[in-house]
T-cell receptor, first 118, second 116 residues
Framework: AQKITQTQPGMFVQEKEAVTLDCTYD???????LFWYKQPSSGEMIFLIY??????QNATEGRYSLNFQKARKSANLVISASQLGDSAMYFC???????????????FGKGTHLIIQP | EAGVAQSPRYKIIEKRQSVAFWCNPI?????LYWYQQILGQGPKLLIQ????????DSQLPKDRFSAERLKGVDSTLKIQPAKLEDSAVYLC??????????????FGEGSRLTVL
């Protein structure tokens, strides 16, 4: 089974609208972290936001917030007031804290291509 | 603070040739990762180093891929011999488990490999 599922291959959104990018995950570890990264056409991976499995509140970073629903194993990214510069690939990723041996590399989903239209 | 440095940015080779990619992590970062990103997909972890030791290489195709981090700082990823399906961007990332304690990975710009 896939550990990270992003069901939206592409999305078109009008500038200034809010957008929600979906992410569901699968793990049996009680402790894990969830990440969102942005990858513009230039290729670099830019960290956006992090949510720990034991965090009581949803994470927020400026215009980004993470809608964390632990029981549903869902970690959707919400971008408020979208801008043209938000056009990029967005990846959801997970770190499982009990992989063993110190292994803590992130497992990424397939990504969502977000296009903001003027 | 300087970011993760990678070279070369682009490389085109014929199948069965060899290629090497270099990565210098953020100063002080003990953990270094190599990821492979095939066009249209998310990055896939190839290998993780903690200082100069391998922590996880379970997804590294060891018949053709090798990686080393001899002095616990910079790292080299080698492919020999290359296959067409190795065409991808090879991303290096480092982590220092800094004050944020999130285990955030800092990525380099990547090395784009085309195998003809």
């Amino acid at each position: 089974a896939q550990k990270i599922t992003q069901t939206q291959p592409g999305m078109f959104v009008q500038e200034k609208e809010a957008v929600t990018l979906d992410c569901t995950y699968d793990t049996s570890d009680p402790s894990y972290g969830l990440f969102w990264y942005k990858q513009p056409s230039s290729g670099e991976m830019i960290f956006l936001i992090y949510q720990g499995s034991y965090d009581q509140q949803n994470a927020t970073e400026g215009r980004y917030s993470l809608n964390f629903q632990k029981a549903r194993k869902s970690a959707n990214l919400v971008i408020s007031a979208s801008q043209l510069g938000d056009s990029a690939m967005y990846f959801c990723a997970m770190r499982e804290d009990y992989s063993g041996g110190g292994a803590d590399g992130l497992t990424f989903g397939k990504g969502t291509h977000l296009i903001i239209q003027p | 603070e300087a970011g993760v440095a990678q070279s070369p940015r682009y490389k085109i080779i014929e199948k069965r040739q060899s290629v090497a990619f270099w990565c210098n992590p953020i100063s002080g970062h003990a953990t270094l990762y190599w990821y492979q990103q095939i066009l249209g997909q998310g990055p896939k972890l190839l290998i993780q180093f903690q200082n100069n030791g391998v922590v996880d290489d379970s997804q590294l195709p060891k018949d053709r891929f090798s990686a080393e981090r001899l002095k616990g700082v910079d790292s080299t990823l080698k492919i020999q011999p290359a296959k067409l399906e190795d065409s991808a961007v090879y991303l290096c990332a480092s982590s220092g488990r800094g004050g944020r304690n999130t285990g955030e990975l800092f990525f380099g710009e990547g090395s784009r490999l085309t195998v003809l």
